[in-house]
């Protein structure tokens, strides 16, 4: 479903001129190892044990992204922006001659590898640790964050999903389809809601957004480990 959803949504994110796709392939092809093997071990993981491990990592992401966008407020409001990284700087350039800006490109691999390796454990499609990475990481606008993680998405879940295939558990199909329909139309509507939306709004909602998923699932999973 979630793969679904996100090749539909990244087609029209693409129509609205949101998604760096070079960027999203190749750290969606970075990512899908770590969604293997993160698939694999979560089949040794209580169910209980996975909900308790996604609610503390959404906190962090969430206490991650508050600090970046305080950090940004600050950098506005002293009007200094030499500290900000320009996303569009190409990290691998063979033209006129080759170039390699390693340590970013290192930084770049740990984090897709990582990203992968949580969404494969975690069965989530990586939308709420994705965007985070591209923001931190990359020094992506959210715009494009949200945009691109759409593609890596939709690479890293069919990966994940190609390895659960046949381990014993079989989804209900009629709520899969009904709810695939439904978040289709949802993330065409948002995309081109996000292409009119200011950037810094963007990041304020998806941080509140992580922030409140995150409190909903750790009051859900944290009783269950007692």
Same mark, same amino acid.
Request: aromatic fraction near 6%.
């Given at each position: 479903m979630?793969g679904?959803?996100?090749?539909?949504?990244?087609?029209?994110?693409h129509?609205a001129?949101?998604v760096?796709?070079?960027r999203?392939? /190749?750290?969606g092809a970075? *990512?899908?190892a770590?969604a293997?093997v993160g $698939?694999?071990?979560?089949a040794?993981?209580?169910?209980?044990?996975?909900?308790a /491990?996604?609610a503390?990592?959404?906190l962090?992401?969430?206490?991650? %992204?508050?600090?970046?966008? !305080?950090?940004s407020?600050?950098v506005?409001? =002293?009007?200094?922006?030499?500290g900000e990284?320009?996303h569009?700087?190409?990290?691998?350039?063979?033209?006129?001659?080759?170039? @390699?800006? @390693? $340590?970013?490109a290192?930084?770049?691999? !740990?984090?897709?590898?990582?990203?992968?390796?949580?969404t #494969?454990f975690? #069965?989530?499609?990586?939308?709420?640790?994705? +965007?985070?990475a591209f923001?931190l990481?990359l020094a %992506?606008? %959210?715009?494009y964050?949200?945009g691109?993680s759409?593609? +890596?998405i939709?690479l890293? =879940? *069919?990966a994940?999903?190609?390895?659960r295939?046949?381990?014993? !558990?079989t989804p209900?199909w009629?709520?899969?389809?009904?709810?695939? &329909?439904?978040s289709?139309?949802?993330?065409?509507?948002?995309?081109?809601?996000?292409?009119?939306?200011?950037?810094?709004?963007?990041?304020? *909602?998806?941080t509140?957004? +992580?922030l409140?998923?995150?409190?909903?699932?750790? /009051?859900?999973?944290?009783p &269950?480990?007692?």
């Amino acid at each position: 479903m979630v793969g679904i959803t996100s090749l539909i949504g990244a087609i029209a994110a693409h129509r609205a001129g949101n998604v760096l796709l070079g960027r999203g392939l /190749a750290f969606g092809a970075a *990512a899908i190892a770590g969604a293997v093997v993160g $698939a694999k071990a979560s089949a040794h993981v209580l169910d209980a044990v996975l909900l308790a /491990a996604f609610a503390v990592l959404m906190l962090l992401v969430a206490a991650l %992204m508050t600090i970046r966008q !305080v950090r940004s407020r600050r950098v506005r409001f =002293s009007g200094d922006s030499s500290g900000e990284a320009t996303h569009g700087d190409p990290i691998i350039q063979f033209r006129p001659t080759f170039r @390699c800006d @390693c $340590a970013r490109a290192l930084r770049v691999l !740990v984090a897709a590898t990582a990203v992968g390796l949580l969404t #494969g454990f975690l #069965g989530v499609g990586g939308g709420f640790l994705i +965007v985070p990475a591209f923001a931190l990481v990359l020094a %992506m606008p %959210m715009r494009y964050a949200v945009g691109t993680s759409l593609v +890596v998405i939709t690479l890293t =879940s *069919a990966a994940a999903l190609a390895v659960r295939t046949g381990v014993g !558990v079989t989804p209900d199909w009629t709520p899969v389809l009904v709810l695939t &329909a439904v978040s289709a139309l949802s993330s065409v509507a948002g995309a081109r809601f996000a292409a009119r939306v200011d950037t810094r709004h963007l990041s304020a *909602a998806f941080t509140a957004l +992580v922030l409140g998923v995150a409190i909903y699932t750790a /009051a859900r999973a944290f009783p &269950a480990l007692v």
